[in-house]
């Protein structure tokens, strides 16, 4: 027989991770993010990530509890405030939400619970007697359930060589609960990847989201109107730039929008890879409707995996209306 020790050594719980970097929209950004893992001594992960950048500020705060429901749950307490520059308006948000998370066969995700969100836009550029009626210069709460469920099959969440991305997302917001917005929120999205080979990989995505006003609403204000363009939607329009305009060329969003991509993804050498790819897009002013502005593009690019996430270099053609544009050669980095 043998004696054997065993010593098990706590690992560091606390940690301050610092970002900055450059984006075509944002320009110059950073954030800190302070993350506890053993929150009150309970084993509980609390974070806190202020961000800041040319175009916005903000703050998040997030409690994550993995053992009050059993080790397959995580209950999710999330505030956030923000205050942000829009192409065509400006606003700020502050937001609460609690929610449980729970994982099926390592693949399937469910998450549900509770959202209450206050948005107030001002400096808009639209005629907002006619697109936001009496809801513009007020907070409007938006307050509800929410549910969305994952698939996802792929390989690595970065760099994805084959498998599928599913979700489903839906948000109800009513009265009842504390709004004084009432609309059903649904989001749709797949994307699927194949390996050609020595070609490199296929990735096929596309996306629906709309928002139906209801209890007698007719418009939402600005802020939850949907607007496409910009690095990851149709890469042929600057942020915000695909949708309807009013009679001066101010974008005004819409009730639904839609947007679907086809790219090739090759690598060149090592961590460096180009992609070819075509974007097309559609932005509703009308609920559950995939029509209205309407714009598309073909273009090609450059992506760098560091080990945190790509950097990507994307140029795009417009050949199409321009709506909202200045421009037929956008660039984004």
Same mark, same amino acid.
């Given at each position: =027989?043998?004696?054997?020790?065993?010593?098990?050594?706590?690992? &560091?719980?606390?940690?301050?991770?610092?970002?900055?970097?450059?984006?075509?929209?944002?320009?110059?950004?950073?954030?800190?993010?302070?993350?506890?893992?053993?929150?009150? /001594?309970?084993?509980?992960? @609390?974070?806190?990530?202020?961000? +800041?950048?040319?175009?916005?500020?903000?703050?998040?705060?997030? +409690?994550?509890?993995?053992?009050?429901? %059993?080790?397959?749950?995580?209950?999710?307490?999330? /505030?956030?405030?923000?205050?942000?520059?829009?192409?065509?308006?400006?606003?700020?948000?502050?937001?609460?939400?609690?929610?449980?998370?729970?994982?099926?066969?390592?693949?399937?995700?469910?998450?549900?619970?509770?959202?209450?969100?206050?948005?107030?836009?001002?400096?808009?550029?639209?005629?907002?007697?006619?697109?936001?009626?009496?809801? +513009? /210069?007020?907070?409007?709460?938006?307050?509800?359930?929410?549910?969305?469920?994952?698939?996802?099959?792929?390989?690595?969440? @970065?760099?994805?060589?084959?498998?599928?991305? $599913?979700?489903?997302?839906?948000?109800?917001?009513?009265?009842?609960?504390?709004?004084?917005?009432?609309?059903?929120? +649904?989001? *749709?999205?797949?994307?699927?990847?194949?390996?050609? !080979?020595?070609?490199?990989?296929? =990735?096929?995505? !596309?996306?629906?989201?709309?928002?139906? &006003?209801?209890? /007698?609403?007719?418009?939402?204000?600005?802020?939850?109107?949907?607007? *496409? %363009? %910009?690095?990851?939607?149709?890469?042929? @329009?600057?942020?915000?730039? $695909?949708? &309807?305009?009013?009679?001066? !060329?101010?974008?005004?969003?819409?009730?639904?929008?839609?947007?679907?991509?086809?790219?090739?993804?090759?690598?060149?050498?090592?961590? $460096?890879?180009?992609?070819?790819?075509? #974007?097309?897009?559609?932005?509703?002013?009308?609920?559950?409707?995939? !029509?209205?502005?309407?714009?598309?593009?073909?273009?090609?690019?450059?992506?760098?995996?560091?080990?945190?996430?790509?950097?990507?270099?994307?140029?795009?053609?417009?050949?199409? #209306? $321009?709506?909202?544009?200045?421009?037929?050669?956008?660039?984004?980095?």
């Amino acid at each position: =027989m043998a004696d054997i020790d065993i010593e098990v050594e706590e690992g &560091p719980s606390r940690s301050l991770d610092f970002r900055v970097g450059w984006g075509s929209y944002e320009l110059a950004m950073g954030s800190v993010t302070y993350r506890d893992l053993n929150f009150l /001594g309970r084993g509980r992960a @609390f974070e806190v990530t202020p961000m +800041v950048s040319v175009r916005s500020q903000g703050v998040d705060v997030i +409690v994550e509890d993995p053992w009050i429901l %059993g080790d397959q749950t995580l209950v999710f307490l999330k /505030g956030s405030a923000l205050r942000r520059e829009e192409p065509f308006f400006d606003y700020r948000l502050y937001g609460f939400e609690a929610a449980v998370e729970r994982r099926f066969l390592q693949r399937f995700l469910v998450r549900a619970g509770y959202r209450l969100v206050a948005e107030e836009a001002d400096n808009i550029a639209s005629d907002a007697s006619l697109y936001v009626q009496d809801l +513009v /210069g007020n907070f409007r709460r938006s307050a509800g359930i929410h549910v969305a469920v994952r698939w996802d099959t792929r390989d690595d969440p @970065f760099l994805p060589t084959r498998g599928a991305l $599913l979700r489903a997302a839906a948000f109800w917001s009513t009265p009842s609960l504390g709004a004084n917005l009432a609309y059903l929120e +649904v989001d *749709l999205s797949a994307a699927d990847h194949l390996p050609l !080979g020595p070609v490199g990989v296929l =990735m096929i995505g !596309g996306r629906f989201q709309t928002r139906k &006003p209801l209890e /007698g609403q007719r418009v939402l204000p600005i802020q939850l109107r949907y607007f *496409l %363009g %910009g690095s990851e939607t149709v890469r042929s @329009f600057f942020r915000s730039e $695909l949708t &309807p305009i009013d009679a001066t !060329g101010a974008g005004i969003g819409g009730h639904s929008a839609a947007h679907a991509t086809l790219e090739l993804r090759r690598g060149i050498h090592q961590a $460096l890879h180009g992609a070819v790819f075509t #974007d097309v897009g559609w932005v509703s002013t009308r609920d559950f409707d995939i !029509g209205g502005a309407c714009g598309y593009g073909i273009g090609a690019g450059l992506r760098y995996y560091l080990p945190i996430g790509p950097v990507r270099l994307d140029a795009a053609s417009n050949p199409g #209306d $321009l709506w909202a544009a200045a421009r037929r050669w956008p660039l984004h980095l």
